[in-house]
């Protein structure tokens, strides 16, 4: 059956680095737009980034460009989302999803929380 | 952006009672290839999001015929036929159709009454 399983969340400073990484199977990756999107009790559910089938372009949300960076690694069947710079309003959980316009599946989630 | 409006915020429901959720889309989700992407999600208590409905109507696989989704343009619902206490939980709605970035309704936390 389809699974993304997230990793890497946990507790970082305010303008501290991590890196969220997905782990898919059950399907053909490499045929898939994926995205990551994100759920903060003040702010519902957000839209962060989606990459393309075969990395050919990338796109995110304001409030993240320049600081996040999405990828995949199609041999190894991995998506990954660089979060540098954090800041207290990306404290979250982070969704790996598949797909952009009709997301489904979800991973169960990573908890990001930015704090001193 | 798209601003998508859900009502009501709350829903309080009985066992075996019908229940509805409006979302508004502030553009028609009408997209240049003919379909309209709009989503709907069901977030169960400590669980991730799960899709129950996609272009507008159509239930995904192992979702209970009680859930219908209708609606075009900019007006869209999404109907329980008879609540079970199993549908506790927060209904999202979604659009797919304009980018830069997909926009999700507020959410509708259906509880039993």
């Known amino acids: 059956q389809v699974q993304l399983v997230e990793s890497g969340g946990g507790l970082v400073k305010p303008g501290g680095s991590l890196r969220l990484s997905c782990a898919a199977s059950g399907f053909i990756f490499s045929d898939y737009y994926m995205s990551w999107i994100r759920q903060s009790p003040g702010k519902g559910l957000e839209w962060v980034s989606v990459?393309?089938?075969?990395?050919?372009?990338?796109l995110y949300a304001d409030s993240v460009k320049g600081r996040f960076t999405i990828s995949r690694d199609d041999a190894k069947n991995s998506l990954y989302l660089q979060m540098n710079n954090l800041r207290g309003d990306d404290t979250a959980v982070y969704y790996c999803v598949r797909g952009s316009r009709e997301p489904d599946p979800w991973g169960q989630g990573t908890l990001v929380t930015v704090s001193s | 952006d798209v601003v998508m409006t859900q009502s009501p915020l709350s829903l309080p429901v009985t066992l075996g009672q019908p229940a509805s959720i409006s979302c508004r889309s502030s553009q028609s989700l009408v997209y240049s290839d003919g379909n309209t992407y709009l989503n709907w999600f069901q977030q169960r208590p400590g669980q991730s999001p799960r899709r129950l409905i996609y272009?507008?109507?159509n239930r995904d696989s192992g979702v209970p015929d009680r859930f219908s989704g209708s609606g075009s343009g900019t007006d869209f619902t999404l109907k329980i036929s008879r609540v079970e206490a199993e549908d506790v939980g927060i209904y999202y709605c979604?659009?797919?159709?304009?980018?830069?970035?997909?926009?999700f309704g507020q959410g509708t936390k259906l509880e039993i009454k």
């Open positions: 990459i393309s089938r075969g990395s050919s372009y990338t």
């Open positions: 272009k507008v109507s």
């Open positions: 979604m659009q797919g159709t304009h980018w830069p970035l997909y926009t």
